[in-house]
């Protein structure tokens, strides 16, 4: 897709000639603003070389969604008929005629073929020129641009010219009129947060006086403590199960946050006997990253994700995607993009919304010769993603600038296509952001407007909302939307719709219906655009978000060696996750495959979960959104029901 700073001006004249001529030429980009902290000074020298990008257009891009619908929709002739990495590498690379359309044209306007080379991943054509080679190709003229802050020189134009034939197969040009990192003015803030964890942390402080002894726990007590048994009672999950399937390990993403063996072996011989002493996921390390560590240093995040996950799906494995160097980790501005890198080599130099590959200003650079610096190069492809990948970190949309965030969220879709089930915390503060993101109360605006959280609002993956057995109930009453407000900062199951993506196909019955019956009482505005305006706390008209939860508070963990209560989506999230595993390896037992992406097959069979239809997700000095029958945006569909799960994805293809 192009960027929206592209204008279609009003169609040139085709005189009909049978070469390019610059009397076909249409202005392809123009400056709407000026770049603040650059000065233009003298035209560039007509003799001056420079290295010209030319970034050729994805035109798969618009057909995206609706190619990974084609294996994600029940209804689909082609249910879960996935794809091969190499066949998503290749369907979003430029095509063959984009490249021979444009170097054709540049070929006929003088600029000899032996100079033209094409990257490797195809997006790009490259070539030496002179000022005035490229001020007649383009039929612009060239400035000089100094920045006043950081001292960098630089050449760009006010706008530039591309025949209207060609227009089509080119994204944009370098040098053009963009000056520094394309990130910087593409929308992101100045004012940036790097929380990542869903946190368990919070929780884990504020409940170590009330923590139980892990002895004397039965299903009895799972309004005090969640434990294996409770989450296996809750969603009926039997011990029986498949053999565990050698290709289909669980994927667990950690960052920043490391799980101690003492731990794990401590919770397996409190809560899971049959898991044997020693047990740990199959490392897969990204950049540097290390792990486990000592006790004493181990994390409440991964301690947590792998306490959950092992009961329920040993004997099958766990394999850890641990990422980033201890320099980098959870200290980027960025976040997931080398981690995706890693999983597809394609993504470290794959151009969309502008973006080719990491942005610098904002993803860590390797090899880092820092001395606690990962010095390899940068891992592209270096795993092959596992069937579902959970993921219990997150930031807000307004963290990053949009078209980063675009850019990843194409990156969901590819993993879709590919088979790969990618599972999100919804976030801990209901409709709002953490504390101190964007404003103090985590809040858009004025600190009253709701704020959507990332990557979650991505249409292409799938977000898990936290529920909770509130104290005196039992694992056979309907759970209710977690919300807890003791502590530093109150904590709600994050949902509520994006500022960025528009409600997709899949979700929209069920968003139209929860507007239609349980109509919110706040105002809302229409598109992102628009925040806040007419006193509006949300986009009416945004992605809604979570899809699904699962239970997320007082769950018993060990950390640090010692027996707690934690909690999050962050929790929710390994749950589901381990849930869709098994299910994969029951299906792979009757040969079938993964399921890709989950949500078009949820929304169609909403049945088989439990819809959540008490309590809400405060947030921004409000209630936040209620939970209602069907889709809400505090629980989403629900929790999992695993039997009703199970036989509906046996019964597809
Ligand atoms: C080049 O662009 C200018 C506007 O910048 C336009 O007036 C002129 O007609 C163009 N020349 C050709 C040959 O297209
Ligand atoms: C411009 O420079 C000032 C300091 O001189 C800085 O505060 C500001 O962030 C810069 N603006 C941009 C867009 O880089
Ligand atoms: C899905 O793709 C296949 C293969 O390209 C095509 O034959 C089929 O018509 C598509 N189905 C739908 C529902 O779009
Ligand atoms: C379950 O735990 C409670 C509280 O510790 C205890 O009173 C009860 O006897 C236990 N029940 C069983 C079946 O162990
Ligand atoms: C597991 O995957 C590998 C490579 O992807 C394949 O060669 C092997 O046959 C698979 N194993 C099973 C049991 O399907
Ligand atoms: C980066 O984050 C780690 C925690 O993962 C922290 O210990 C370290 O001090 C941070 N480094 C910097 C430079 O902020
Ligand atoms: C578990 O393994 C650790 C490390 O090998 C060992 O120190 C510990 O004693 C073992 N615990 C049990 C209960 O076997
Ligand atoms: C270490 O990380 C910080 C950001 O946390 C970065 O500024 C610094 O450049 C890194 N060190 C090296 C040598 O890359
Ligand atoms: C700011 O706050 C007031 C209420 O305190 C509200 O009326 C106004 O619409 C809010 N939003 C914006 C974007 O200013
Ligand atoms: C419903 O949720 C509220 C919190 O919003 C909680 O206090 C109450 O106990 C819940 N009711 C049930 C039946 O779980």
């Known amino acids: 897709m192009r960027p929206s700073s592209h204008l279609s001006l009003t169609r040139g004249l085709l005189l009909g000639l049978s070469v390019f001529s610059a009397a076909s030429a249409l202005v392809h980009e123009k400056r709407e603003v000026a770049s603040p902290n650059w000065s233009r000074l003298s035209r560039a020298h007509p003799s001056d070389k420079h290295v010209v990008r030319i970034g050729l257009t994805q035109t798969s891009l618009e057909e995206a969604h609706d190619l990974l619908m084609n294996v994600s929709d029940p209804s689909s002739s082609n249910y879960a008929n996935f794809w091969t990495a190499e066949e998503v590498a290749d369907k979003f690379a430029p095509s063959k005629e984009t490249a021979r359309e444009v170097q054709g044209w540049l070929t006929a306007s003088g600029i000899p073929a032996t100079r033209i080379k094409q990257t490797q991943n195809r997006g790009w054509l490259v070539f030496h020129a002179t000022s005035k080679e490229i001020e007649s190709l383009f039929n612009t003229t060239y400035y000089e641009y100094h920045n006043r802050q950081t001292g960098k020189k630089a050449i760009a134009c006010d706008e530039y010219h591309i025949p209207e034939e060609i227009q089509k197969h080119v994204d ?135 306490q959950l996950a092992y009961p329920l799906v040993h004997p099958q494995t766990i394999t850890l995607y641990q990422t980033d160097d201890a320099n980098w980790s959870y200290n980027t501005t960025g976040f997931l993009n080398t981690f995706l890198d890693a999983l597809d080599g394609s993504y470290c130099t794959y151009c969309a919304y502008g ?25 592209c492809g270096a795993f092959k993603p596992t069937n579902v990948i959970s993921v219990s970190y997150g930031m807000q949309e307004y963290d990053l600038p949009e078209s980063y965030q675009q850019r990843q969220c194409m990156e969901y879709l590819k993993l879709g296509l590919q088979g790969v089930s990618v599972l999100f915390a919804s976030g801990d503060d209901g409709v709002a952001g953490p504390p101190g993101d964007a404003t103090t109360n985590g809040c858009l605006a004025n600190g009253t407007v709701f704020s959507p959280a990332f990557p979650n609002s991505c249409p292409y993956i799938t977000n898990v909302g936290a529920t909770k057995v509130y104290p005196g109930y039992t694992v056979h009453d309907p759970e209710s939307a977690v919300y807890d407000p003791a502590g530093l900062s109150s904590y709600a199951s994050g949902g509520g719709f994006s500022n960025i993506y528009p409600i997709p196909d899949y979700q929209a019955d069920a968003v139209a219906k929860y507007f239609k019956d349980h109509k919110p009482k706040y105002p809302y505005y229409e598109g992102g655009k628009n925040i806040g305006k007419n006193g509006g706390l949300y986009n009416r008209l945004g992605r809604g978000y979570p899809d699904v939860a699962a239970n997320g508070d007082n769950i018993a963990v060990f950390t640090n060696g010692e027996f707690d209560l934690s909690g999050g989506t962050s929790a929710s999230t390994p749950i589901f996750a381990s849930i869709l595993n098994r299910i994969i390896d029951e299906r792979l037992a009757a040969g079938k495959g993964p399921l890709g992406f989950v949500n078009p097959v949820l929304y169609k069979n909403p049945s088989v979960l439990n819809d959540i239809t008490n309590g809400t997700n405060p947030g921004c000095g409000t209630e936040g959104f209620s939970t209602a029958p069907g889709w809400d945006p505090a629980t989403g569909l629900g929790t999992p029901n695993y039997p009703k799960m199970l036989k509906m994805w046996l019964d597809l293809p």
């Open 172 to 306: 944009y040009v370098h040098p053009g009129i963009r000056l520094g990192p394309s990130a910087a003015g593409a929308g992101g803030n100045s004012k940036r947060n790097a929380i990542k964890k869903r946190s368990a942390l919070k929780a884990h402080e504020r409940r170590k006086a009330h923590a139980n002894h892990a002895r004397g726990l039965n299903l009895t007590t799972c309004d005090e403590a969640i434990t294996p048994d409770c989450i296996r009672a809750l969603y009926k999950i039997p011990t029986s199960r498949a053999a565990a399937h050698p290709n289909n390990s669980l994927g667990v993403f950690e960052e920043g946050d490391y799980y101690a063996q003492k731990d794990l072996d401590l919770f397996f011989r409190a809560f899971s006997r049959n898991i044997p002493n020693g047990t740990h996921p199959i490392p897969a390390f990204i950049d540097g990253a290390e792990a486990p560590v000592p006790v004493e240093n181990a994390g409440g995040e991964s301690d947590l994700d792998f």
């Open 355 to 379: 973006e080719c590959g990491n942005d610098p200003s904002l993803d860590p650079i390797y090899p880092d010769t820092d001395p606690d610096g990962y010095d390899g190069k940068l891992m």
